[in-house]
């Protein structure tokens, strides 16, 4: 990952919960992104204060933030309120396949 790095290649953090993400992993390796799994965003009541103080570590240590999984305006509404954050989900599109994400960004210019 050094050598990788040195040459301008960036590395992320997918899925922030799931399988072998882990606290350790942020610093050890050259991470740029993280990711927030869904899961996390499933039950936003109870996992609250846990979203805040990652949302405030990923920002002290320099971390570009996506959240994934924003399916509705309380989602949505919840993480606007922390800056420079990229969100995607079902709230905005579902999947789509390329020509089409293509024609819409050209017809949306």
Known sequence: ???LSEIGIRFSQD????GFSS????TKLDLTTIK???????YISSNEILINSMMGL???????IIVEGIEDKVTL?????????????YYFY???PFTMIKQHIKDNK
């Open 77 to 89: 509404v919840f993480f606007r309120k922390f800056e420079d954050v990229l969100i995607q989900g």
């Open 36 to 42: 927030i799994s869904k899961s996390f965003l499933d």
């Open 1 to 3: 990952m050094d050598s």
């Open 23 to 26: 606290l350790s992993y942020l």
């Open 15 to 18: 899925d922030f919960r799931e």
């Open 94 to 96: 579902k999947p789509l």
């Open 58 to 64: 990923f920002t002290d240590l320099g971390f570009v």
